[in-house]
């Protein structure tokens, strides 16, 4: 099993949230990590629809002109 790196860093945040997550026993390492997952998850999917603007658009253009080789076998 392949361990994990963790690097240890700093972050500013308000005082008054800070205080309110210890006070609820908030681990703050484990629930930043997983907003920080889900946030380059996002941003990585809308740089690949960016990256691949063009050739989507050209596929659909092509679907509208030819259509798709399976069009007369769905059932749908």
Not at 12 to 21: F, G, P, T, V
Not at 35 to 53: I, M, P, S, Y
Not at 64 to 73: A, Q, R, S, V
Request: proline share 0%; glycine share 4%.
């Amino acid at each position: 099993m392949n361990a994990v790196l963790k690097r240890a860093t700093n972050l500013s945040i308000n005082a008054d949230l800070l205080r309110e997550a210890k006070a609820l026993d908030i681990n703050l390492s484990a629930e930043f990590e997983k907003h920080l997952t889900a946030v380059v998850r996002k941003v990585r999917g809308e740089q690949w629809l960016r990256d691949n603007r063009e050739a989507i658009a050209a596929y659909q253009r092509m679907v509208e002109k030819h259509g798709i080789w399976n069009e007369g076998l769905r059932e749908w």
